[in-house]
């Protein structure tokens, strides 16, 4: 079992930034694909971004340019930089891994865009 706990979230306004964490309980280097997703009120959960094990990025069009994924192997955790919000960017964030052919999801952590 992967325990991921996200935090980071809140509220910010048009055009401010954000920065997610994800804390994992298993060494995130042996992780094969971390990611990031979100769900909106009434909308399915959809990918935000992805890395994989070897450092390739994949973003959703929607936030290419503006979002960033890292990892940060000093802290075991997946990070979100979120630049530019829009309030289309409001939603529950939720960190994914791939660790050893499982998916495991963490608890969410809100984001909510407004003035």
């Known amino acids: 079992q992967v325990q991921l706990v996200e935090s980071g979230g809140g509220l910010v306004q048009p055009g401010g930034s954000l920065r997610l964490s994800c804390a994992a309980s298993?060494?995130?280097?042996?992780?094969?694909?971390m990611g990031w997703y979100r769900q909106a009120p009434g909308l399915q959960r959809e990918l935000v971004a992805t890395?994989?094990?070897?450092?390739?990025?994949n973003y959703a069009e929607a936030v290419k340019g503006r979002f960033t994924i890292s990892r940060d192997f000093a802290k075991n955790t997946v990070e979100l930089q979120m630049n530019s919000l829009k309030p289309e960017d409001t939603a529950v964030y939720y960190c994914n891994v791939n660790f050893l052919a499982r998916l495991y999801w963490g608890q969410g952590t809100q984001v909510t865009v407004s003035s």
């Open positions: 298993e060494n995130i280097f042996s992780m094969n694909h």
């Open positions: 890395i994989t094990g070897g450092g390739t990025t």
